[in-house]
């Protein structure tokens, strides 16, 4: 079956750095993503990674290694408005988004 | 650029009574769109896909007869819930992908649901 995993809540403080990791099992893989989702909201863009390695995007990185099925979201210089839900998000073989089950991040000052 | 809206964002209705909820790409076409239900504290949970024209791909256990999808043009998906009862209550939101690039979606702001 197709799993994606990932922790259910991490604690960080405000101004710190903050990796956030999932593993994926699906079948095929056509990227990765991951979204931002306050509560109450609907799920915002942060990362898209295809290709092995970082992409960074100001505050934000993401990093991919598809031999190992690992990804992570680095957030860097916290801010209490990073509070939030992160999903990781699979693209399978057929273009369906696999969903892990989010991550909640709380911030403290 | 883009967007997508949805309509209502929020609906209280009264158990055995439909809603349509309206899902609108704004500055761009999407021939698929997607409708996702989400619980407090879970995450999103594909219901079907929906393809410009033809009809919707519906997730395992999702019936269709209670959750009717049309795609009627490139630019709206509406999904109705007929005879809603109040396990029904939840946030509903939409997705539209671009035919392009990395097929990312783009979400809609939700509808929240509740059925008394």
């Known amino acids: 079956g197709q799993n994606i995993d990932q922790p259910t809540e991490m604690t960080a403080t405000e101004g710190a750095i903050v990796q956030i990791n999932c593993t994926y099992q699906?079948?095929?893989?056509?990227?990765l993503f991951w979204y931002q989702q306050h509560a109450g909201e609907a799920p915002t863009f942060l990362s898209y990674?295809?290709l092995d390695g970082l992409e960074e995007k100001g505050r934000f990185s993401s990093f991919l290694s598809r031999s190992k099925g690992y990804s992570y979201l680095l957030l860097k210089e916290l801010q209490m408005k990073d509070s939030a839900s992160y999903l990781c998000a699979v693209m399978d073989s057929n273009y369906q988004l696999i969903w892990g089950a989010g991550t909640k991040l709380i911030i403290k000052p | 650029g883009a967007v997508v809206s949805q309509h209502p964002s929020r609906v209280i209705c009264k158990s055995g009574t439909s809603v349509k909820i309206e899902c609108r790409s704004l500055d761009f076409q999407a021939t698929t769109m997607f409708w996702y239900r989400q619980f407090p504290k879970q995450s999103l949970m594909l219901m079907a896909t929906s393809n410009e024209g033809s009809k919707a791909t519906y997730e395992q256990g999702v019936e269709k007869d209670k959750f009717l999808i049309n795609h009627a043009s490139l630019t709206l998906s509406t999904l109705t819930v007929t005879s809603a009862h109040p396990e029904d209550s939840s946030f509903y939101i939409c997705s539209a992908r671009l035919a392009r690039g990395n097929n990312e979606q783009f979400f809609g702001p939700g509808t929240r649901l509740t059925v008394l």
């Open positions: 990674n295809v």
């Open positions: 699906t079948s095929g893989f056509n990227g």
